[in-house]
C-alpha cells in the first residue's frame, strides 16, 4: 500500500488550496479546491476533448497490462459481484 502524499497550500507547492486562502490542509471541515482550478480563476473547469482522449488511453492501456499481470484477478472481480 502506498503512503499519503502530504496535501498543503500552494505556497508550499503542493495541490490544495483553502478556499479562503489563509490556511494549509489541516481540517477535513474547511473547503479546499485544486490548486490549477485557483490559479484559473474558478473551480468546476472542465477538461478538453484532447485531455479526455489522452486519460481514456491511458486507462485501456492500464487496464490491458493489468490483465496480462494477473488474468486470475479479473475472475475473483467477476466472481465477488453481487
Known sequence: M???IPIRSD????LLKA????H????????Y???????????GTLPSSEDILKAEDQLNA???????RGPDAIM???LRKP
Not at 494549509?24 to 473547503?31: E, G, M, T, V
Request: aromatic share 8%.
Open 62 to 68: 492500464s487496464i490491458a497490462a493489468l490483465v496480462q
Open 76 to 78: 475473483r472481480m467477476i
Open 2 to 4: 502506498a503512503h499519503p
Open 19 to 22: 478556499l479562503t486562502g489563509e
Open 24 to 31: 494549509a490542509f489541516r481540517d477535513k471541515s474547511l473547503l
Open 33 to 43: 479546491r485544486f490548486r490549477q482550478d485557483a490559479e484559473e480563476g474558478g473551480a
Open 11 to 14: 505556497r508550499e507547492g503542493f
